[in-house]
């Protein structure tokens, strides 16, 4: 699938809350879901450093932001927009609530489950696929991931 103009705006603001992170030492990841209309119900960034939660995914965060806006698990006609391609956890967590559409920026070739590692969100066993958009403002997303490594490195 091709990106959408409202699919590139949407990144825009994932980058921005992945900005977030770098306040805690968190890898700078960010997740909005946005409703059917194109109306943002939830964001988030990575907060496993802060929080000391290993759920404490952006998608995870965003996921369940929206849940609680929309007053159900039940994401339906959302679209999810994040700057990294999902993990296992976080793949399965968006097929479980029925998000409609995933949009995503880098890849991730060592934990990636949108068809780097794994292909969880196409996976014919399961009984909901989303539409998936790949790279989306891949090099804005990846560049934010090197800095941070680089830096955490150095």
Do not use: I
């Not at 956890?89 to 780097?116: H, I, N, Q, T, Y």
């Not at 998936?132 to 490594?149: D, I, K, M, S, Y």
């Amino acid at each position: 699938m091709k990106a959408t103009p409202a699919d590139e705006a949407a990144m825009r603001l994932a980058l921005a809350v992945a900005q977030d992170a770098l306040r805690s030492g968190d890898v700078p990841v960010g997740a909005v879901v946005l409703g059917p209309t194109g109306t943002v119900l939830g964001r988030g960034h990575n907060r496993r450093e802060a929080d000391g939660d290993p759920t404490a995914h952006a998608e995870v965060l965003a996921l369940r932001a929206a849940a609680s806006a929309l007053g159900s698990w039940r994401l339906a006609g959302c679209t999810l927009v994040v700057t990294l391609e999902p993990c296992t956890m976080c793949a399965g967590a968006l097929v479980l609530a029925r998000v409609e559409r995933l949009v995503f920026g880098a890849f991730d070739p060592k934990a990636g489950a949108v068809g780097s590692v794994w292909d969880v969100v196409r996976d014919p066993r399961l009984n909901h696929r989303p539409e998936v958009v790949a790279g989306v403002l891949e090099e804005p997303c990846a560049a934010a991931l090197r800095a941070f490594f680089a830096a955490h490195r150095a």
